[in-house]
């Protein structure tokens, strides 16, 4: 799944009522009452920013690339290519 993230302030649903449950004990996510499609999640570790799912955006080809992180648990098939910064984890501090 492919995530963009940016801070709090910069996000707003502009339609419907998302359903937010606790994922963990630092995370909340939130997936569509209706259909049940993972939008975003939050976390204690980052509380001034959320992570949305660009699949679920209107238009995802204008979300642009940035780095790769968690590559440490991608699929090994899949090729990212060498041009953008890798995170075997989480994005750096």
Do not use: K, M
């Given at each position: 799944m492919t995530w963009a993230t940016v801070p709090n302030d910069r996000f707003a649903?502009?339609?419907?009522?998302?359903?937010?449950?606790?994922?963990?004990?630092?995370g909340r996510?939130?997936?569509?009452?209706?259909c049940g499609s993972p939008l975003t999640f939050h976390t204690t570790t980052r509380p001034d920013d959320v992570d949305i799912t660009?699949?679920?955006f209107d238009h995802p080809e204008?979300?642009?690339?940035?780095?790769?992180?968690?590559?440490?648990?991608?699929?090994?098939w899949l090729d990212m290519g060498?041009?953008?910064p890798a995170h075997e984890?989480?994005?750096p501090a």
């Open positions: 649903f502009t339609r419907g009522t998302p359903v937010t449950y606790a994922s963990s004990a630092h996510r939130t997936r569509c009452a209706t660009v699949g679920t204008r979300c642009l690339p940035e780095t790769h992180i968690w590559v440490s648990s991608r699929i090994a060498a041009d953008l984890e989480g994005s």
